[in-house]
């Protein structure tokens, strides 16, 4: 394995103006997230299918040549499990990598097993077990060690082939703009951070409502000031403030555990924050704090599941990644509430093959139930 380092926007420009022609590139990230809300990136890794490339981004003074080549719609971005990578691109360049093929997805998909991690997939497709020992790394220090350079550029050098196998193995099966449309609707970012309050359902309105206030200065805080959500105010304070509701500086002071110096900086921004939740329509919850499903719907979901099963076993695909069971409760609200959002993920192939049928059923269901308790009311 040969890596090489490079150290400068024009040596960088050069590199990639040398590998236009390719089709396929693997694209990897090492970044440092301890103390600070973004990702800070610290390397990026490149392979066109021979030696790997690994740039430094601490001393790049020019990014448009790099942004450029990252949305270059002719060159395949090959990237493992990327929705930590996408943060990392969203932040430091604003452009994410296009086309991109997921190779954890696209192993998925093509019938290898869900949630496969890279190491698995090496040692499945190359019979090599990768050291893991710079997992950890402080990946920000320089100069990296050679240790550091060999595990970064292992990260691309065998991704490179296992995405070309992958993609293959998805054009034989009619499923490659599968993968590349899952790529395509990837995004930076996980769940709403909201939805981490498990027993939020059980607040009154009104304290739903300024949870839901809470939560989001904490993420415009926590944006602002670059930290962690939990250095600006623990999950445990922004529920007992939800809780207490808190009218005066006073009240908001006497919150368990409420830091003095928050009080002090941002009490004003947090009352403030609280008070609007009681303007809000109490008829009306926030869409991001769900209900459990009722015992009737939980019937529902259970139906729903053994018929994702069975779509699973015909296309030897896991279940979670045809319809996760979080979108299986989503379906069954969006019953009952057709307002409610729908997630990106529900088009294309997977609205075809595995939403539109199972939303045909649910309406036959609800159809059925219907008539069952209208005979009941007739007394026939």
């Known amino acids: 394995m040969n890596w090489r380092l490079i150290d400068s926007s024009a040596e960088l420009s050069a590199v990639l103006a040398e590998h236009r022609e390719h089709s396929h590139v693997a694209v990897d990230t090492e970044f440092r997230r301890r103390d600070t809300f973004y990702p800070q990136v610290a390397l990026l890794q490149l392979c066109w299918g021979g030696d790997a490339f690994l740039i430094d981004p ?9 942004k450029t080549w990252l949305a270059d719609p002719a060159q395949v971005k090959f990237l493992h499990s990327a929705s930590e990578d996408l943060e990392v691109f969203a932040h430091w360049l604003d452009v994410l990598p296009a086309p991109l093929f997921d190779t954890q997805r696209a192993a998925a998909l093509v019938g290898l097993g869900g949630g496969q991690s890279y190491r698995a997939l090496v040692a499945s497709f190359h019979d090599i077990d990768l050291p893991k020992d710079e997992t950890q790394s402080d990946w920000l220090q320089r100069p990296l060690t050679d240790r550091q350079a060999e595990y970064a550029a292992l990260d691309v050098t065998y991704l490179h082939p296992i995405g070309l196998k992958l993609e293959a ?11 590349l449309e899952e790529g395509a609707r990837l995004r930076p970012g996980g769940k709403p951070p909201i939805s981490k309050f498990r027993s939020a359902h059980k607040l009154s309105p009104r304290q739903q409502w300024a949870l839901s206030e809470l939560v989001d200065w904490r993420e415009s805080e926590a944006k602002g000031r670059d930290r962690p959500r939990s250095w600006i105010l623990s999950d445990k304070v922004v529920m007992a403030t939800a809780r207490a509701l808190p ?53 529902l979901l259970k139906q729903l599941t053994e018929r994702v099963v069975t779509v699973s076993e015909s296309l030897a695909v896991p279940p979670e990644a045809l319809m996760p069971k979080a979108d299986l409760e989503q379906l069954i609200r969006l019953q009952a509430n057709p307002s409610l959002p729908s997630p990106a993920a529900w088009s294309g192939w997977r609205a075809e093959r595995v939403v539109d049928p199972l939303r045909e059923w649910l309406s036959q269901e609800s159809t059925r139930g219907c008539a069952e308790e209208s005979d009941m009311e007739s007394g026939t």
């Open 247 to 299: 009218s005066s500086v006073r009240e908001l002071s006497a919150v368990d555990e409420m830091p003095a110096g928050l009080v002090r900086r941002a009490g004003d921004a947090l009352l403030a924050r609280i008070a609007a939740a009681s303007e809000r329509d109490m008829a009306t919850l926030p869409a991001e704090i769900s209900t459990p499903l009722s015992s009737t719907e939980r019937q």
């Open 169 to 179: 193995l998805a054009r034989e099966l009619g499923r490659l703009d599968w993968v």
């Open 58 to 66: 601490l001393l790049l003074d020019d990014l448009a040549a790099l």
